[in-house]
């Protein structure tokens, strides 16, 4: 048996010692890793509770990130707790198999530290791992700081391994600004959190020799529609065990987490919808700019972006007159994903938002308060003359000529 | 625990864990190969398999071939997703948590000699440097047979494939296959074997070693295509003999990257022109313009089985 690590009521974490706390917690059975800058100190901290006793399933150093969800692949149907930590370049290049670990619904918890993708290379925190994967067939969620880093990993164990789901579930956390910056956690004891996540359950394992099973077989056109169909309704129906399952854990701490996480919204004429730490940026600014101008500014995240909280995104942003969406990845020649996403939940609602998009902090780039103040000054414009008085998409924080296509 | 196999019944039985309804085409060594894997053991298997022609002939939904545990992945990982459960297997035994602590099992994964010579090699490579408890077979067939008959690094020279083709101006492949048994002695595996299926009492003895050795073990199998080495299917097996004879395909093993023993040596050594002469994949090496790659063919071999001796000899 792993050894207990007593754990204080308030911890100084960063956001990989969170997410390598959670998944010492938890108990798992493989460990499959690869480092990568920023995820690198989860794997160096889970792997110095194993050399300490703290943990007593494998832990197996792959000779790359592909080969990372590859093993994590196998141990899942063998049948066990799996999970692993990326970024970037190693998210890209675990791309093909993050399908195959969602298509084989295989309840993989994989923590995300986002980092932008090259050319040019750096390694500093946007968004491009993240959109590049959204549409993977997983779960995704979205975290601002370590606490959350922590509880969302506890929480995605115990989603995608329900009965009811059996899906992998990704947990981000933007790189540097939370995955490197100490900030209090409070963590549960050891027990508490094993007991919160749960037992694992077997099902469809590889190692039940008395039931073989064969993973991974071929579909062409008279089965495929189906399987991918059936994956669809597995994700839009993990929405009601996801609200379960963060209820289950605001009774044992306290902390309430939303499927759609709302704030200074009951009374809003304007919003912003951002993800990641620009969330908590975002909170800051709608403050001041309700004291200094007295805009009616709130945020709206997606806490969970998938499966997409389309109703909840609507219900969130039914009574506001203008929106801005920012999205912290290039757009590849179109508008960013929050635009898209908000543009298809709004379009059939009565009051139908104006709305902008607002591309920022690529490859780490800060989001200042500044930044925010203009962007909402702006949506505030846009929501009293009732109609676009900027271009539809614009880049925050970005040094020469103002650049706008839309 | 390895099963008896002394006579031709025993090894020809009919394996009820690899379904003999699948689609790889009539004359495939493929299956003689896997089949007699399946069939070498008592003890439980936990398979996986490249993408490939096994992978495609044997697991198209809703049907498996597969009565043991199997998955696939993809083109490049099989032998990191058996590692995968191998390290799963140790973790629940080790918890305590095995659905049947007492089975015995062999970890295995397939792979043809595109997803283990190319696209697949740093998988392998990692999983046999890991020191994983499984076995990697190779199903050599020198060809991507399963997309349409493309050249791999198995490849041997003069063969035309469909992206290196005979024609006016070329005589096909250009190079040498890869070493891939070197190679794999060379990370230090416990056991390295080279094998064919018409030598079956060679095979299973090899294979049941590489089950029974604890470690990561590999075994290249040589896989005559029918298809793409173009000769008659009824005649799978006759063109392996000729391949073992004349020494293109020599049959050894490599025990902990040191130790080489020959295990087959031809009574008459075949001249490799008759190996060329039965598959149409060399034909063309016949005109009198390509005399020089047959002569080529010969000397690489000759010198190939004279270093294998001096390997031998020397037990180093």
């Known amino acids: 048996m792993a050894e207990k690590m007593e754990l204080k009521e308030v911890e100084v974490w960063d956001g990989n010692m969170a997410y390598a706390q959670a998944m010492r917690q938890a108990q798992i059975d493989v460990v499959a890793a690869y480092p990568i800058t920023p995820s690198t100190p989860t794997v160096q901290n889970y792997s110095k509770f194993l050399a300490d006793g703290y943990v007593d ?20 149907a063998a049948g066990g707790r799996v999970a692993t930590a990326t970024s970037s370049q190693g998210y890209a290049l675990m791309m093909e198999t993050l399908y195959q670990a969602s298509g084989m619904r295989l309840p993989i918890v994989l923590g995300v530290v986002n980092r932008a993708i090259a050319a040019p290379l750096n390694v500093n925190g946007d968004h491009s791992d993240m959109y590049m994967g959204r549409d993977s067939g997983w779960i995704h969620v979205a ?46 004891q050891d027990e508490d959190a094993y007991d919160f996540v749960g037992e694992y359950q077997e099902k469809n394992a590889m190692l039940d020799f008395t039931k073989p099973v064969t993973y991974g077989a071929q579909t062409e056109e008279d089965w495929h529609f189906e399987h991918k169909a059936k994956q669809q309704k597995a994700l839009m129906d993990s929405r009601p065990v996801i609200d379960e399952v963060f209820e289950e854990f605001e009774k044992r701490t306290g902390r309430k987490y939303n499927r759609v996480e709302t704030y200074m919204m009951d009374d809003a004429d304007i919003a912003i919808v951002a993800l990641g730490t620009t969330v908590e940026s975002a909170r800051a600014a709608a403050q001041i700019m309700r004291e200094e101008k007295g805009i009616k500014v709130g945020v709206v995240s997606p806490r969970v972006f998938r499966p997409f909280p389309y109703e909840k995104m609507q219900e969130a942003l039914a009574n506001v007159k203008a929106v801005a969406t920012m999205d912290r990845s290039a757009p590849g020649g179109t508008v960013g994903m929050l635009f898209n996403e908000l543009s298809g939940a709004l379009i059939n609602t009565d009051k139908r938002p104006v709305l902008t998009n607002y591309i920022y902090g690529l490859g780490g780039r800060d989001m200042t308060i500044e930044n925010l103040k203009t962007i909402i000054e702006e949506t505030n414009a846009n929501a009293e003359a009732g109609k676009l008085t900027v271009p539809t998409q614009q880049f925050s924080g970005l040094r020469g000529p103002k650049l706008s296509f839309f | 625990m390895s099963k008896t196999i002394k006579n031709l019944k025993q090894f020809s039985t009919a394996n009820e864990r690899f379904e003999g309804a699948h689609l790889l085409c009539p004359g495939c060594a493929h299956s003689m190969i896997v089949r007699e894997l399946m069939n070498c053991t008592e003890d439980n298997l936990v398979l996986s398999t490249n993408t490939g022609c096994l992978e495609v002939s044997t697991a198209v939904y809703p049907y498996t071939s597969w009565d043991s545990s199997w998955i696939h992945i993809g083109f490049e990982n099989a032998a990191t997703a058996v590692a995968g459960a191998e390290a799963m297997y140790n973790a629940k035994k080790r918890k305590g948590t095995l659905p049947n602590p007492d089975a015995p099992v062999k970890f295995v994964a397939f792979g043809g000699d595109g997803s283990t010579y190319d696209i697949g090699f740093q998988w392998l490579s990692g999983a046999v440097e890991r020191g994983h408890d499984f076995t990697y077979i190779c199903l050599d067939n020198e060809v991507y047979a399963n997309t349409g008959g493309q050249r791999s690094s198995s490849t041997p020279i003069g063969a035309s494939t469909t992206t290196s083709p005979a024609g006016r101006v070329s005589y096909g492949e250009k190079k040498m296959k890869k070493d891939i048994v070197g190679i794999m002695g060379a990370h230090g595996a416990p056991y390295v074997a080279q094998v064919a299926p018409n030598k079956w009492k060679d095979m299973v003895k090899k294979l049941q070693k590489s089950l029974e050795t604890e470690g990561p073990c590999f075994i290249n199998a040589m896989s005559a295509c029918t298809t793409e080495w173009k000769f008659d299917p009824k005649d799978t097996i006759s063109v392996s003999d000729v391949a073992v004879d004349s020494l293109v395909f020599p049959l050894y093993e490599i025990i902990d990257g040191k130790e080489l023993n020959i295990t087959y040596r031809p009574k008459n050594i075949l001249p490799v022109r008759d190996y060329l002469g039965i598959q149409g994949r060399f034909k063309h090496l016949f005109k009198p313009e390509n005399q020089h790659v047959i002569e080529q063919w010969q000397k690489d071999v000759d010198a190939r089985w004279e270093y294998l001796q001096r390997r031998e000899e020397a037990r180093v």
């Open chain 1, 143 to 188: 975290t601002y700081n370590p606490q959350e880093a922590y509880d969302m990993i506890l929480c995605a164990f115990k989603i995608g391994e329900h009965m009811d789901v059996r899906l992998p579930v990704q947990v981000h956390q933007d790189g540097f600004i939370s995955s490197h910056t100490a900030q209090n956690v409070r963590p549960l």
């Open chain 1, 57 to 76: 399933g494998e832990f197996v150093m792959v000779e790359s990130e592909h080969g990372a969800m590859s093993g994590c692949i196998g141990a899942a």
